[in-house]
């Protein structure tokens, strides 16, 4: 389509030069962001997928093209003589010539060939390491090494002294052939209230307790928004809702708050970046609104909020999503709802909905303009009287019930755009306030890191249960983390076994 995108380490996009959030959408040109990936798709047989945090990408090339390419990953051909024909069209002998030939900006010029050739020393500590990931077979890799040769990884890491980079361009080659597997533990780092890391399997403990680390009072609250005509309007109102919002968890004392944004439409879910950031504060996050586009087709919200409820949150933070919509949900309880009601509860997240829909008392008319209800009140516009209003219906379908269950509530939102700027502002004082007040920070809660599918790291937090069933107490006083726990259960088995030589069935 003659357009020139440029992607930066950070997340950050141009488009012919001016910035640009994910996605982007073009005629049959798309690009989108999914955890630490982002996908470039041509929609003419061309898909670039860049893993940007270990500099990895896959080109995936429609069969339609053999024959009719050229660059520096050959002449797709199956001919070996051309391999190493310039952007000219010149067949050269130099590597350096051949890669130097196909440069498409100045900007993007490399420092020199930083490869080096590599001794392979069994003692060096970066071979042991390396080794530890790619050929022992203990390795989390293991499954993959019949079908996919670890050897071009392994020179990969010792080259580049970067394990985790090496293993996530292994788990990419494994990907193409059907084998799915975690990266290593170490490679997936989360990071606690106190700024220290837990990697992957390891679980963390936040409770005013002392040996534990203490609850901080922030919110991350993830807008998702049904790309229909009828949202467009609506949308335009966003900005205005997230720093009213912002505003009252501020007076509430929970700061240091991230907002984020996902649009579903017949393509799916997909995530809105803001300076290139899945989550970012109140004042940025307009950014991401710029980019939705609105089309009339059908769509699966479900499928968004489960995406929204996975998102890379802070660990021991508020959890807040707020669906815009322009229709309901099914009646139909189905096992994906059955596994959207589970993860909100699970993970204590507040769901609330914003919907184009108009609340009536029975078949009377309301006296005054009704914005929502929760599970204990309804909402309008002034304070009022009107006893009609217990007798109040509202759109009853899977999306109301998991909003309600979650402690959240459900408004219409034309009241956003009603006539008079003051019934607005008196909406959205009133949406924004129900939403910080159900923003309580938990006094304790379990984190585990987890590695999400783009191998991203991830904070999965819950309420706690009770002392016995979350760790044992006498030995929390002890390790903060339980992975060490485990390595201490470990050595006492050992120890037992070690003990108990006399029995051949378990020394053999």
């Known amino acids: 389509e003659g357009k020139t995108i440029e992607i930066f ?75 190493l024909t310039t952007g000219d069209n010149k067949i050269v002998k130099n590597e350096d010539s051949f890669y130097n030939s196909w440069e498409v900006s100045k900007k993007c010029r490399p420092n020199g060939n930083n490869a080096v050739d590599i001794i392979q020393d069994e003692s060096d500590v970066k071979y042991i390491k390396c080794a530890k990931v790619l050929k022992s077979t203990d390795s989390v890799h293991r499954p993959c090494f019949r079908q996919v040769n670890p050897d071009k990884a392994f020179e990969m890491c010792l080259n580049r002294d970067d394990m985790c980079a090496a293993s996530r361009f292994y788990l990419h080659q494994c990907r193409q052939q059907g084998v799915y597997l975690p990266p290593p533990k170490e490679c997936v780092q989360c990071v606690a209230p106190n700024a220290e890391s837990f990697v992957a399997g390891e679980t963390i403990r936040i409770s005013p307790r002392s040996d534990d680390y203490q609850p901080i009072s922030s919110a991350e609250t993830i807008f998702i928004v049904e790309e229909k005509p009828c949202n467009k309007e609506t949308t335009k109102h966003l900005g205005s809702l997230v720093y009213e919002v912002e505003q ?26 803001m300076d290139g950031q899945l989550l970012n504060d109140a004042t940025n996050f307009v950014k991401g609104v710029e980019s939705l586009t609105f089309t009339s087709y059908k769509t699966d919200t479900l499928d968004a909020i489960l995406q929204a409820a996975n998102y890379p949150f802070r660990a021991g933070v508020v959890k807040n999503i707020i669906l815009l919509q322009c229709g309901g949900c099914s009646d139909l309880k189905t096992i994906q709802y059955q596994q959207v009601r589970h993860t909100l509860q699970a993970r204590n997240i507040q769901f609330h909905i914003l919907r184009d829909q108009e609340f009536m008392p029975g078949n009377k008319i309301p006296k005054q303009k009704i914005l929502g209800m929760d599970r204990t009140r309804k909402y309008v516009l002034q304070n009022s009287n009107d006893k009609s209003l217990e007798n109040m219906g509202y759109s009853v379908d899977t999306c109301s019930h998991l909003a309600l269950l979650s402690n959240g509530s459900i408004f219409d939102s034309s009241s956003l755009s009603l006539k008079k700027v003051r019934h607005q502002k008196m909406a959205i004082d009133t949406i924004s306030n129900r939403i ?49 726990i485990e390595q201490e259960i470990n050595k006492q088995f050992q120890e037992f076994l070690n003990a108990k030589k006399n029995w051949a069935v378990l020394t053999a």
């Open 248 to 273: 009252e968890l501020t007076k509430a004392g929970i700061s240091n708050n991230k907002y984020g944004l996902i649009g579903f439409n017949k393509k799916g879910s997909h995530s809105h970046t």
């Open 436 to 484: 910080a007040k159900s923003s309580l920070p938990s006094q304790c809660q379990v984190c585990t890191c987890e590695a999400d599918e783009t191998g991203a790291a991830k904070s999965v937090c819950r309420s706690c249960y009770s002392e016995m069933t979350d760790y044992i107490s006498l030995w929390w006083n002890t390790f903060r983390h339980p992975m060490t």
């Open 9 to 83: 380490p950070d997340f950050t996009v141009k488009i012919d030069g001016k910035p640009h959030e994910f996605p982007y959408m073009s005629h049959k040109l798309s690009l989108e962001r999914v955890g630490n990936w982002i996908k470039l798709d041509t929609g003419r047989g061309l898909i670039i997928t860049g893993d940007l945090p270990s500099n990895v990408f896959t080109i995936e090339v429609s069969g339609w093209y053999f024959g009719k390419l050229a660059g520096i990953l050959g002449t797709y051909n199956n001919e070996q003589y051309d391999e």
